[in-house]
């Protein structure tokens, strides 16, 4: 049983900087793979980053160059630096960790960028 607690969301200008932050629960969290999705209205949710155990990363093409995701492993919380903000970047933003056939979510938090 793995609890993931989004934070760091709100309404940003186009162009500014946000900082997510995913505290997860568990002893073990050093071990899982972990992810930033995100859901537009009316639209799917989509992968934006993705951080392994390893610390290997990976990014959706339309974030690339713009947001960072890192991780610390003693305080058992993933980043999701966002930078260059652009209007289609607001959507709810959810955490995901996975390890072997388990996977877990958070509740998101929602990140508006408007003027």
């Known amino acids: 049983q793995v609890q993931l607690v989004e934070s760091g969301g709100g309404l940003v200008q186009p162009g500014g900087s946000l900082r997510l932050s995913c505290a997860a629960s568990?002893?073990?969290?050093?071990?899982?793979?972990m992810g930033w999705y995100r859901q537009a209205p009316g639209k799917q949710r989509e992968l934006v980053a993705t951080?392994?155990?390893?610390?290997?990363?990976n990014y959706a093409d339309s974030v690339k160059g713009r947001f960072t995701i890192s991780r610390d492993n003693r305080k058992n919380t993933v980043y999701l630096q966002m930078n260059s903000l652009k209007s289609e970047d607001t959507a709810v933003y959810y955490c995901?960790?996975?390890?072997?056939?388990?996977?877990?979510w958070g509740q998101g938090t929602p990140v508006t960028v408007s003027s």
């Open positions: 995901n960790g996975a390890m072997a056939s388990n996977e877990y």
């Open positions: 951080i392994t155990s390893g610390g290997s990363t």
């Open positions: 568990g002893s073990i969290f050093r071990l899982y793979n």
